[in-house]
């Protein structure tokens, strides 16, 4: 069965750091590129970053280069989001998304059919 499962989330003061997890179980992340997407209420859904799996290409939207940092761990079926020096317009629900990269896959922090997502973890950022 195929799951992606956040964790990390919760609440924090401006200025604070979250470590975001995404554990893949029932496929391999080799062939893989992986995202994570976050919504605030009334907002539209917004690519933060992510990272093909097979190279350890990345990308970061704008509103959070310099502060977000993915990273992968392919023997843990692991991708991590960094979050330093957090802000209130941090605040939404993550979630991590996975899109096939065979035999030729694109991906984009814009808005894009996914194949499998996770269930979200809330990240709060208090002013």
């Known amino acids: 069965q195929v799951q992606l499962v956040e964790s990390g989330g919760g609440l924090v003061q401006a200025g604070g750091s979250l470590r975001l997890s995404c554990v893949a179980s029932?496929?391999?992340?080799?062939?893989?590129?992986i995202a994570w997407v976050r919504q605030a209420p009334g907002k539209e859904r917004e690519g933060v970053s992510y990272?093909?799996?097979?190279?350890?290409?990345?990308d970061y939207a704008d509103s959070v280069k310099g502060r977000f940092t993915i990273s992968r761990d392919n023997a843990k079926n692991t991708v991590y989001l960094q979050m330093n020096s957090l802000k209130p317009e941090d605040t939404a629900v993550y979630s991590c998304?996975?899109?096939?990269?065979?035999?030729?896959?694109?991906?984009?922090?814009?808005?894009?059919?996914?194949?499998?997502w996770g269930q979200g973890t809330q990240v709060t950022v208090s002013s």
């Open positions: 998304a996975a899109k096939s990269m065979r035999p030729f896959g694109f991906i984009s922090l814009g808005p894009i059919e996914y194949d499998y």
């Open positions: 029932g496929f391999t992340l080799d062939d893989y590129a």
């Open positions: 990272i093909i799996s097979g190279d350890g290409s990345t």
